[in-house]
């Protein structure tokens, strides 16, 4: 005898969701008021660049990801979680994702994204393909954060290191 489509449906969701549900890092000892930018690294193949957890902000945890192979093509999903530094705060600029394949122009991703009044945080995420180079890389960001209620702007600049083996 066969489950009935829907209980397996609500199995399949419930492991799903205690499995893969990312932790959005957020930082210690950080003033109130203060822009931040917290991320979390993940990495698989084509179907499923989430598959596995590489690093993430906070707690810090060191970066290293699998080369791409001519036979086997290796994928990172990238997460970027923007918070609210009390009112509504705009995030602008760049974030270049150093250890993604292609031209610098391929791994730059825009970024131009608003948490709202009241709002904790918004995100952002970027799948790419790993390079197949072996080496040391970095994910730099080049951002300005302004909070429209006090009307300030901050640079946030940034660089994760990310071994590539």
């Known amino acids: ?10 199995s399949l969701a419930a492991v799903l969701a205690s499995s893969c549900g990312t932790h ?9 008021g ?14 499923n660049p989430d598959h596995d957890f590489v690093c993430q902000s906070e707690p810090r945890t060191d970066c290293v990801v699998e080369a791409s192979r001519p036979d086997a093509q ?10 609210s ?5 705009k995030y602008a600029g760049t974030i270049d994702i150093g250890f993604f394949d292609g031209s610098a122009a391929a791994r730059t991703a825009a970024t131009n994204v608003v948490v709202r009044k009241g709002e904790s945080m918004t995100n952002q995420s970027v799948t ?28 946030i600049r940034q660089s994760v290191q990310v071994v590539v083996k």
């Open 24 to 32: 959005v890092p957020t930082p210690r000892d950080l003033p109130a």
């Open 128 to 155: 790419g393909i790993v390079t197949s180079k072996p080496g040391t890389y970095q994910v730099t960001f080049a951002l300005t954060a302004t909070i429209a209620d006090a009307g300030t702007k901050q640079p």
């Open 1 to 10: 005898m066969r489950p009935p489509v829907v209980a397996v449906m609500c």
């Open 34 to 47: 203060t822009p931040f930018v917290s991320w979390v690294f993940m990495s698989g193949d084509r179907d």
């Open 74 to 83: 290796a994928f990172s999903d990238v997460h970027f979680y923007y918070h």
């Open 85 to 89: 530094a009390g009112g509504e705060t």
